[in-house]
């Protein structure tokens, strides 16, 4: 089973990524928090992380993905962002920062599972 670091401040968020995934084959773990994402990966390496952007705490989702694509023992793990953030230039940046894949909110969940598996298989 592949696991999922799932990481957004909307628990709505949560749950409808954990639902759309649920029927696959996929364990997910849910982070309300960049830093509580950042503290679940010191102790659980997953096989993909969907991370948005704008979280509370003063941890961004693009300081997570920084962070995870300049640590050697994370940096191969695929991220798909996952954000309100819509415009251009946030998903350059947010590619730029490493992310694998961006998808804007709302999202449709048969995009989000065609880009996990893809990224992930």
């Known amino acids: 089973m592949k696991k999922i670091l799932v990481v957004d401040d909307q628990k709505i968020i ?3 990524v ?4 649920s029927d696959g084959n996929y364990e997910c773990v849910e982070a ?8 679940i990966l010191d102790q659980v390496r997953p096989d993909l992380i969907v991370l948005d952007i704008m979280m509370p705490g ?3 989702g693009y300081d997570v993905c920084k962070a995870v694509k300049t ?4 940096s191969d793990i695929p991220v798909l962002m996952l954000s309100a953030k819509s415009q251009q230039k946030d998903i350059e940046e947010g590619l730029s920062v490493g992310a694998d894949e961006y998808i804007t909110k709302p999202f449709s969940p048969e995009k989000l599972t065609a880009k996990i598996n893809k990224l992930i298989t």
């Open 14 to 16: 949560l749950k409808l």
């Open 18 to 21: 954990n639902m759309t995934l």
């Open 32 to 39: 309300l928090s960049g830093q509580e994402a950042l503290d």
């Open 58 to 60: 003063g941890i961004s």
């Open 71 to 74: 640590t050697d023992e994370l």
